[in-house]
């Protein structure tokens, strides 16, 4: 996984300013801070080129205010953050980040009404508390991994009660995902900031035209809108706050400052006009004293960055619209909008990156151990199957099995593959105990699980054997609605997280073709991007069997068959290994057919079942029915198959045969045997069953 490549553009899309970071430390030291330009998409993108690997730090947007709560050591945040909530109210649950576990640090993101955009807000809340800001520092974001423990940041949306639930997207700022900045805290802090600082000045109209020249700049039409929204409710807050928002924007860079002064000072007196004689003839005074408090400040800024002001922050927006972050409907994706990608393979055309892939076939014929040994391999850079193209790098892998126990089992068949110890490179998932109780690994229930588990570990082929085993109890395996809503949130995170999932399915007792025979719905085979499927081989006396791709979505599906065997490793007969033996020119329904499997049309398969009970009954009138099954099999077919069935009916009515229980003088009821025949002396009772 590449955090900055995977995931900064879905952070500048969602109102984030994202920046490379190696570590905590930014990589690209001039797009942060008060005086320093926005991040732009073209910048995004030439950075997830270069910096592909890199932590990712976001720049917040000017609406976004961050609270950093540091309580783990001796560092005294959580403290700090009881006594200011005592104070100043409670804050609302909301989204958080961290990559502690102690669920009381991290950064509280809060949206910021537009009347606070303009404050310098403290670097400090607090003794273990920091705020960051627009124009102050930055904040490691996930999937990004913290350089000291090495454990991935994760976002978490809190509630009212302080209550966690693990994030793992990419949070929309468009969204209801934050709440205001409660007020109390809000003016607190505003109140108490580095921008209480004043200079003198001779004359605030001087100082205002001097430096307020220009039409007026968005953010300048943004302050006086404002303003002027409040001005009939409230207009002594409504001009305190205006003239301060433009004075300080202003000092930043911002053109039209006297212009706007202008139209919002005949704004108030007009306002002032309506109200009592002794307002009316305040208002003047009123109106000079705010300005002189704003400009002060305004100017205490321009002298902390010497004098000089910058140009009008708002052409750094210019691609952006405005100074907020642009807001779109999650539900409309321009195909503009979308990057054009290559498809990265794992093993082409077996296996892609970010898809779901399939293998079925039946019990005994070595899945479980195909999957293993694929993963052996895959920790080796090895190819997983021989045959196509292999990615030709080492590469992290994940067991979700229920059928095989590690520790006597699966790890064994893992050494015997090639797999090593000390690398770090193969994950099993482990379930977790809450409140005394096994939490299941189930699908859809645990797919953010599942989807943690793969980022934290790395993950890039997981496999899930069998993916039967890990179905919510509400999902109806032969249901295409029910299996995609198990399905579905597997393949998002498998393109989120560009990992390659998996899925081991046991086939059906039918005589379909391949793509049918798998169990379940025909949606676990459409959703999969490429499906496998194992079996006897035919015409086989030692037992061999074949690997077959059935469909193939993204390239030219594999022809050949591969043939293998299940053999006792060299240094311990009781491990199986799996031993290839070259190609074989069978097709996939041919390879679900089973052992000698005759083919070619149903007509002629039912017309050698027949001379097979023709053969047998020639010889002797009665046969169990095992003994049946058992002719049948050695030939090729399967006693269940349709056109057996249709052969079977052919020979009764031709010669009579029937089906009961076997009738022998002195043997208790119960205990008969289930026979085929031609002698109806042979059943018990006064009339057999047919066949």
């Known amino acids: 996984m590449r955090p900055y490549a995977d995931y900064a553009g879905q952070y500048f899309k969602a109102g984030f300013f994202p920046i490379p970071a190696k570590g905590k430390r930014v990589i690209k030291n ?139 997207v990419v949070p929309d700022l468009s969204d209801d995902w934050l709440p205001n900045l409660p007020k109390d805290w809000c003016d607190f802090f505003a109140r108490n900031d580095t921008g209480d600082a004043v200079a003198d000045v001779a004359s605030p109209a001087d100082w205002i035209k001097r430096h307020g020249t220009g039409d007026l700049c968005e953010q300048m039409r943004r302050n006086l809108a404002n303003a002027l929204d409040g001005m009939a409710g409230n207009a002594h807050d409504s001009c305190r706050d205006g003239t301060l928002a433009i004075a300080k924007d202003t000092a930043e860079g911002h053109t039209g400052g006297s212009m706007a002064l202008d139209e919002l000072y005949v704004a108030f007196q007009d306002e002032m006009g309506h109200r009592s004689h002794d307002r009316r003839t305040g208002a003047r005074s009123e109106w000079a004293r705010h300005l002189r408090g704003a400009v002060m400040r305004a100017a205490a800024i321009l002298e902390r960055a010497g004098g000089v002001r910058g140009a009008d922050p708002c052409l750094d927006l210019a691609d952006l619209g405005s100074v907020r972050p642009h807001r779109t409907s999650k539900s409309v994706l321009w195909a503009d909008d979308v990057e054009e990608t290559q498809l990265r393979w794992l093993q082409k055309p077996l296996f892609a990156f970010g898809t779901i892939n399939i293998l079925d076939g039946d019990p005994g014929q070595g899945k479980s151990l195909q999957t293993q040994t694929m993963v052996a391999n895959a920790t080796n ?3 997983l199957v021989p045959f196509g193209d292999h990615c030709g790098y080492e590469v992290r892998c994940g067991i979700i099995g229920a059928e095989d126990d590690l520790n006597t089992v699966v790890v064994g068949r893992l050494r015997a593959a090639g797999w090593e110890r000390g690398n770090q490179n193969v994950a099993f998932y482990r379930l977790h105990s809450k409140r005394g109780k096994i939490q299941q690994l189930t699908f859809p229930e645990s797919s953010e699980p599942l989807r943690s588990w793969i980022m934290t570990a790395g993950l890039e082929f997981v496999v899930v054997d069998p993916i039967t085993s890990f179905l919510g109890e509400e999902i109806k395996s032969h249901n295409d609605a029910s ?157 269940d198959s349709s056109y057996v069935k249709k052969a079977r009916a052919r020979f009764r009515n031709d010669e009579g045969l029937l089906y009961g229980k076997e009738f022998r003088r002195g043997m208790p009821e119960g205990e008969e045997s289930w026979i085929w025949t031609t002698n109806p002396t042979r059943l018990r009772g006064k009339r057999p069953n047919s066949a």
């Open 483 to 639: 299996v995609r809503m198990a399905l579905g949130p597997l393949g998002e995170i498998a393109r989120d997280t560009g990992c390659c999932i998996l899925l081991v399915r046991h086939l059906n007792k039918g005589d379909a073709k391949a793509m049918y025979r798998g169990g379940g719905s025909i949606a676990f085979s459409a959703i999969a991007r490429s499906v496998m499927v194992t079996g006897f081989l035919p015409d086989s006396d030692d037992g061999r069997c074949a690997i077959a791709q059935v469909k193939c979505n993204n390239a030219e599906r594999m022809k050949p068959s591969l043939v293998y065997s299940v053999n006792g490793w060299s240094d311990d007969s009781t491990i199986p290994v799996i031993t290839w033996h070259g190609e074989a020119d069978i097709t996939p329904d041919e390879l679900v057919a089973g052992p000698k499997s005759k083919h070619g049309p149903a007509s002629d398969s039912q017309d050698d079942v027949y001379s097979i009970f023709a053969e047998l009954f020639r010889a002797r009138d009665t046969y169990t029915a095992k003994q049946i099954n058992d002719v049948l099999k050695r030939n090729g077919h399967r006693s």
């Open 381 to 383: 850079g090895l190819p």
């Open 30 to 168: 001039q797009h942060h801070g008060r005086d320093k330009p926005l991040v732009t998409a073209d910048e995004v993108g030439k950075w997830s080129r270069l910096h592909a690997d890199a932590n990712v730090a976001l720049r917040l947007p000017r609406d976004v205010i961050g609270i950093d709560v540091d309580a783990y050591g001796s560092k005294p945040g959580e403290e700090t953050l009881h006594r200011l909530e005592r104070d100043l109210g409670s804050l609302p649950g909301t989204l958080m980040s961290t990559s502690r576990d102690d669920w009381v640090s991290g950064i509280r993101l809060f949206r910021l009404p537009d009347r606070y955009w303009s404050v310098i807000w403290p670097g400090k809340a607090g003794p273990g508390i920091d705020i960051i800001w627009h124009g102050n520092r930055y904040m490691i974001s996930w999937p990004s991994v913290h350089p000291d423990t090495g454990l991935m940041y994760q976002w978490y949306d809190q509630n009212d009660d302080g209550m966690l639930d693990l994030v793992s």
